[in-house]
């Protein structure tokens, strides 16, 4: 199969379509929640092919997820070639060689030259929840501090941490018993109403002069817990000095900084990891979504004393199995052999600047923001910021009908995170769907 440009033979959801999602709504949880009704049979690239033969632009990489196209030839035969040696062994008994082989790359693709160690999971929330055991086994602190408006995930320890709605959190207390949080820098947003430089990162002083001094104390704080770039909350990016500003404090008072680059990571921003923009050496970073191209895979990546637990502290039975291990190591290849990182910086730079053109056209666009192919849009109603979420929603509808795949990510925002082999002309067939949908709108 070959596509070159979206196309819509049935107005979707078509027949197919709506008899798959009925059994689905009889048989999986409605806990789910559905961007847009696609039920998809074959994808290759930037493209995806629904049950009624409808083909769809894909900007969103199904959550950043994949970031090399869907169904990237090299990855795909390196799967093929390690599902004919040796599909699984148990890693809590045995050893395989692609583990290790992986652990080794990608600690030498992670920020820092000290000497680290890795934990393999099997998500985003899995390997968040790592973290939060390595932090408070290695500290022996019982704090943890979070930011408003992240997101880390859906178990007990990560959605502890989830703060961009209650219905993430809602029905599931307790969770983690002593998590606090402060801020994040949203500029666009400000909950000091500052308006930033002046600003001189006032949240940061709601962390050091509020949590640090009258909540949480420093030496009993075993972790703070930040998104380099806030995904859901989103697509926030924070000023440059934050991150430095937030390792700062850790080193001060002897806290873990734990980064969450699962959706940032594996050059989606420009570069391999987002923290890299900032200068930052995370104690703990934590990875998914891209690392094995769809194949269910994570990693807790940390200095080698960091995770210093005993035997038996920390295991899981399908973690890091072989074929996810080839998938994985082929992703990192590709990044290097296609140059991504660079045609990540340059076509995200374009996307940016695409984008800025329509809000000048188009009022409803308050904020355009990112780093590399990982760029957000938010949506207004006036000049008061007042968010504009139906009409998100709307477009998010309009644009699937049209024949272009699109995100949620904030109150109302939508994030953009093609793949990375996309092309410039295929950018702009589906800015021309967005636009179309934006005048729609009005």
């Not at 959605?159 to 961009?164: D, Q």
């Not at 030496?219 to 000095?241: H, N, T």
């Not at 008072?253 to 995370?282: W, Y």
Request: proline letters at 6%.
């Amino acid at each position: 199969m070959s596509y070159s440009k979206p196309n819509i033979v049935v107005p979707p959801p078509g027949p197919k379509a709506q008899a798959w999602i009925r059994k689905d709504e009889g048989l999986l949880s409605p806990s789910l929640t559905r961007s847009s009704q696609l039920v998809g049979l074959k994808a290759e690239r930037v493209y995806v092919e629904d049950v009624d033969g409808n083909v769809f632009l894909d900007f969103g990489s199904g959550i950043a997820v994949t970031g090399l196209g869907h169904r990237h030839p090299d990855v795909i035969a390196a799967i093929k070639r390690q599902l004919d040696q040796l599909i699984f062994v148990n890693s809590l008994d045995y050893f395989t060689v692609p583990q290790v082989e992986y652990a080794e790359m990608l600690c030498a693709a992670t920020p820092g030259s000290f000497a680290k160690r890795v934990f393999f999971t099997n998500s985003g929330s899995e390997s968040i929840d790592t973290a939060i055991k390595m932090a408070k086994w290695h500290t022996r602190r019982p704090y943890g501090i979070g930011f408003v408006n992240g997101f880390h995930g859906r178990t007990v320890g990560a959605v502890s941490f989830t703060t961009t709605g209650v219905s993430a959190r809602r029905g599931f207390a307790p969770m983690y018993p002593v998590a606090h949080f402060v801020p994040y820098p949203y500029c666009y947003r400000c909950l000091f109403n500052r308006e930033y430089p002046g600003c001189d990162l006032h949240c940061m002083r709601y962390l050091t002069d509020v949590t640090l001094k009258k909540i949480a104390p420093p030496d009993e704080v075993a972790f703070i817990l930040v998104e380099a770039v806030q995904g859901a909350g989103g697509y926030i990016v924070p000023p440059k000095e934050f991150l430095p500003r937030l390792a700062e404090i850790c080193r001060t008072h002897g806290i873990l900084l734990v980064v969450d680059e699962v959706q940032t990571g594996f050059a989606r921003t420009g570069k391999m990891f987002a923290s890299e923009h900032f200068g930052v050496e995370p104690d703990i970073l934590t990875v998914s979504k891209a690392m094995a191209h769809g194949l269910p895979a994570g990693a807790a990546v940390a200095r080698a004393e960091v995770m210093d637990w005993e035997a038996g502290a920390h295991e899981g039975t399908l973690n890091g199995g072989p074929v996810i291990m080839e998938a994985a190591k082929e992703v990192l290849r590709v990044i290097e052999r296609e140059n991504l990182l660079e045609k990540s910086r340059v076509l995200g730079a374009y996307l940016k600047e695409q984008l800025e053109g329509l809000q000048k056209r188009h009022p409803l666009i308050g904020d355009v923001r990112g780093i590399g192919l990982m760029v957000g849009v938010e949506l207004i109603e006036d000049a008061n910021k007042t968010p504009a979420r139906d009409k998100r929603n709307r477009l998010l509808d309009e644009a699937f009908r049209r024949g272009l795949l699109l995100l949620a990510a904030g109150e109302s925002s939508i994030r953009l995170a093609p793949p990375m082999v996309i092309t410039r002309e295929e950018l702009d067939t589906g800015l021309g769907i967005l636009e179309d949908c934006l005048k729609l709108l009005g």
